[in-house]
């Protein structure tokens, strides 16, 4: 509670089922407060000592009847996942910290998650950069002085 963490107990994963737990920061910068779930998650499972006391395939079944009720049918649970992670890539955060979230080990797994483009990188950056006109000006200024000292 302290930590705004949760473990994931037998986290899945392909060479060890078992005893593969994962501790995960609980985000809010994503547009979801998870801290917030959790807590109001707890009020209603107080006692169970679980706060999502559900079977996977329960929470599969769910989600398949919740598409099939509206009509999606090209729409699976691991595509949440996907989302996920590209909205955590696209909030600023570093592959180590996303990879910290999701679970995977290696970033080439990783990389297959992620929608990124080179050019969405400039939409990340804190600091204004120059213009192509304002760059080659003060290239040229460091250059006269470079020759000028020479």
């Known amino acids: 509670m302290t930590k705004?963490?949760?473990?994931?107990?037998?986290?899945?994963?392909?060479r060890r089922k078992d005893g593969n737990h994962q501790v995960v920061p609980l985000l809010n910068s994503t547009g979801y407060?998870?801290?917030?779930?959790?807590l109001e998650q707890r009020i209603l499972t107080r006692g169970i000592?679980?706060?999502?006391?559900?079977?996977?395939?329960?929470v599969?079944?769910?989600f398949h009847r919740s598409c099939k009720a509206i009509d999606l049918d090209d729409l699976c649970f691991h595509d949440l996942r996907h989302e996920g992670t590209s909205r955590l890539f696209e909030a600023g955060f570093s592959i180590?910290?996303?990879a910290m979230v999701t679970g995977h080990r290696d970033w080439r797994m990783?990389?297959?998650?992620?929608?990124?483009?080179p050019e969405d990188l400039h939409k990340m950056q804190k600091?204004?950069?120059?213009?192509a006109e304002q760059f080659l000006a003060t290239l040229a200024a460091g250059w006269s002085?470079?020759?000028h000292q020479a």
């Open 110 to 117: 990783l990389r297959r998650y992620t929608n990124l483009k």
């Open 33 to 38: 407060d998870a801290w917030q779930i959790v």
């Open 49 to 58: 000592g679980r706060v999502f006391p559900y079977h996977s395939k329960s």
């Open 145 to 147: 002085g470079y020759v």
């Open 60 to 62: 599969g079944a769910a």
């Open 127 to 131: 600091t204004e950069q120059p213009s």
């Open 4 to 14: 705004r963490t949760v473990t994931i107990r037998d986290r899945k994963d392909p």
């Open 96 to 98: 180590q910290q996303v």
